[in-house]
T-cell receptor, first 113, second 111 residues
């Protein structure tokens, strides 16, 4: 119940195209789903998150969708730019008060100019 | 903007030596964590700490690892006898009620 499956592991797009990364989980208690961006040698940084009481959240070019019934959530980046190139990690909590996060294996996004 | 700070940024040590990694979480946060990231791999949970005690730990967090909050600001991770496979980036994180804030990380290299 702890694992998060993330796909694809690598994604290469042309500047201006959209990128979609998907994650699935099995723990029904999870109710918080953040996405982190990690540039080479840097810390993971939160870019967007969603809680289980909503199905979609958008922040400028970034959006996240959640299907709690099917237990999957996705990150959508529109109008990609070279500076979007990084490793993106999905994560989920365990549903309790611990706030511990379990991370997916990451997606290396490359945006080609 | 407040942030989690970690020291040292990089430590090189010999196998079998003890290492202490230090973290100062954000001051009004209540939950503290250590995560590990082996180069090129995912971020793995090690331990969570709340109300001055460990609230959860992973299988990775064996008897060689310990955590401590010696005063009101610092949160430390000790590895008693380092192994080659302990080489990784160690991230401290803290939260008040959900969003996890990560420190810049401490890169540990065990030779």
């Amino acid at each position: 119940g702890e694992n998060v499956e993330q796909h694809p592991s690598t994604l290469s797009v042309q500047e201006g195209d959209s990128a979609v990364i998907k994650c699935t989980y099995s723990d029904s208690a999870s109710n918080y789903f953040p996405w982190y961006k990690q540039e080479l040698g840097k810390r993971p940084q939160l870019i967007i998150d969603i809680r289980s009481n909503v199905g979609e959240k958008k922040d400028q070019r970034i959006a996240v969708t959640l299907n709690k019934t099917a237990k999957h959530f996705s990150l959508h980046i529109t109008e990609t730019q070279p500076e979007d190139s990084a490793v993106y990690f999905c994560a989920k909590n365990s549903g309790g008060s611990n706030y511990k996060l379990t991370f997916g294996k990451g997606t290396l996004l490359t945006v080609n100019p | 903007e407040p942030e989690v700070t970690q020291t040292p940024s990089h430590q090189v040590t010999q196998m079998g030596q003890e290492v202490i990694l230090r973290c100062v979480p954000i001051s009004n946060h209540l939950y503290f964590y250590w995560y590990r990231q082996i180069l090129g791999q995912k971020v793995e949970f090690l331990v969570s700490f709340y109300n001055n005690e460990i609230s959860e730990k992973s299988e990775i967090f064996d008897d060689q690892f310990s955590v401590e909050r010696p005063d009101g600001s610092n949160f430390t991770l000790k590895i008693r006898s380092t192994k080659l496979e302990d080489s990784a980036m160690y991230f401290c994180a803290s939260t008040r009620e959900g969003e996890l804030f990560f420190g810049e990380g401490s890169r540990l290299t065990v030779l």
